[in-house]
């Protein structure tokens, strides 16, 4: 491992160990004992995302544990995590899982995500599709496979296309809103449907760049090759059927 890759997982490790701090770029910097703007390119080259992004992103997963893990209240969770606004914490909750703090914890343990609640809003403009090829190592697991694409490099919010496949090979995104978009892919295992919805993670993680889509035309992006997850991948934010909904999962495993 060189230095810049060690330097980058102490300072993910000091996000994690203190996430309900008000850290500074500087003291994550500090972290990795590396200057504040080096600190930061690199760590953008490597996670695929800023800093303060990726903290973030550790803040609102660990949000979503303690609404399914405890009893606490929203604010409670907001505040516990880092958040000194309930305003703030909600929009931003919101804007990434999908659904409010309350209703996320609702249905999660309920069992009423669906395949539904990945649909992107209808979007009146021109239109393009990025097609491309999904391959993934053999498993003794069964995997589902969301492959969406995003406004940005960290799995969040409603995509703007999605598919979902169950075995490697072609997929074709139609509908694309014209723009530059971030192709992601996460591979999730079936028989984790035995684990609460706080302890299932993505068995594969893909990206494939940020194709550019324009009206009527068809962006091929080759093959996408998915890998484990590492400790360099910024959680998933988006609520996921078979991540946040141990029924549908289960359901999708029988059938």
């Not at 973030?56 to 958040?83: C, H, P, Q, W």
């Not at 993934?136 to 969406?148: A, K, M, N």
Request: a negative charge; one cysteine or more; aromatic letters at 10%.
């Amino acid at each position: 491992m060189d230095i810049t890759h060690f330097a980058t997982e102490q300072a993910i490790s000091t996000m994690w160990n203190r996430y309900a701090d008000p850290l500074s770029l500087d003291e994550i910097a500090d972290s990795a004992i590396l200057s504040k703007f080096y600190f930061s390119r690199v760590f953008r080259s490597l996670t695929g995302t800023s800093p303060g992004r990726f903290l973030s992103a550790i803040r609102l997963f660990k949000a979503k544990n303690l609404l399914l893990e405890t009893d606490m209240s929203v604010t409670e969770v907001a505040y516990g995590v880092g958040y000194n606004s309930l305003g703030t914490f909600t929009s931003r909750f919101t804007r990434s899982v999908g659904v409010s703090p309350g209703r996320y914890r609702a249905m999660s343990l309920a069992g009423t995500h669906s395949l539904r609640d990945m649909a992107p809003a209808p979007d009146p403009g021109p239109h393009g599709e990025v097609a491309g090829e999904c391959s993934f190592p053999e498993t003794d697991d069964t995997l589902r496979v969301y492959i969406g694409l995003f406004p940005g490099p960290v799995v969040e919010g409603v995509p703007v296309a999605c598919q979902v496949v169950d075995r490697p090979g072609p997929f074709v995104l139609r509908d694309v809103p014209v723009g530059t978009w971030y192709l992601r892919a996460a591979a999730v295992g079936l028989s984790q449907t035995g684990l609460m919805p706080w302890q299932r993670r993505p068995a594969l993680l893909g990206e494939h760049g940020h194709p550019h889509v324009g009206p009527h035309g068809r962006v091929p992006v080759g093959e996408m090759v998915l890998r484990p997850a590492g400790f360099l991948d910024p959680p998933i934010l988006r609520a996921l059927p078979e991540l946040d909904n141990w029924e549908l999962a289960e359901l999708h495993r029988v059938a």
